[in-house]
């Protein structure tokens, strides 16, 4: 008998619209301007093992490290895991030129979950 491996993936059990309904009470409130996932929830490519990808835009004036406090109700609102980015907007829109890391991947496949309404 042969060492045969098989891998299962997992279906996910959610999907990009349902996760961005979710989310959207939880960005409002902390006065979010705009999320984007990128990755394999993007790209419709998630299966029941990943997790979402999500730059989010922030005013703040906190240092990057401890900006993922401000989304902690979204982070627990959201039923699988979450590798978030906070942002400033000054900080998205330079990245989102220059297309530089992260931005690379946000300006090729990046789909906008939420966007804050103009008042």
């Known amino acids: 008998m042969g060492d045969d491996v098989v891998i299962v993936r997992k279906d996910a059990a959610h999907t990009l619209d349902e996760l961005a309904r979710l989310a959207a009470p939880s960005l409002e409130q902390a006065g979010a301007l705009r999320a984007v996932a990128f990755g ?36 627990e609102s959201l039923p699988v895991a979450v590798d978030l980015l906070v942002y400033t907007p000054e900080e998205f829109d330079r ?14 496949e990046g789909v906008t979950i939420y966007q804050r309404r103009s008042d």
Not at 44 to 69: F, H, I, K, N, Q
Not at 95 to 108: D, I, T
């Open 40 to 75: 394999s929830w993007a790209r419709g490519e998630a299966d029941g093992y990943s997790d979402l990808d999500l730059a989010v835009v922030l005013p703040t004036d906190l240092p990057m490290l401890e900006r993922g406090s401000l989304l902690r109700n979204l982070v």
């Open 95 to 108: 990245g989102m030129q220059r297309g530089y890391g992260v931005f690379e991947a946000l300006v090729r």
